[in-house]
């Protein structure tokens, strides 16, 4: 996956559609990734004896094909590109040639 924790992505798709967050979880196997608040989900929670019922609102999974990097310095949504350099990896963006950190 070209997508990493902490990347700002931006929604392709859905309800979200042209948003921007940070990836806070990323799920190779699954190919999704959870994006700080946004594609919000309503939770119901039972009580138990030691916590009141309570309804929560957390985060969905993304499809990764549903969002694409969003480079924070050229304010523009990006391809991920890879180069080898000294017998390492290192993703650059397709746009501009840079590195991404």
Known sequence: ???????TVIILAGKDKGKTGKVIKVMPKEQKV???????????????????????????????SNVMYFDTKEKAPTKIG??????QKVRISRKTGAELE
């Open 34 to 64: 959870l994006v700080e608040g946004l594609n919000m989900q309503t939770k119901h929670q039972k009580q138990t004896q030691k916590e009141p019922a309570e309804i929560k609102h957390q985060e969905g999974p993304i499809h990764i």
């Open 82 to 87: 890879y180069k080898g350099e000294g017998g």
């Open 1 to 7: 996956m070209k997508i990493k924790k902490n990347d």
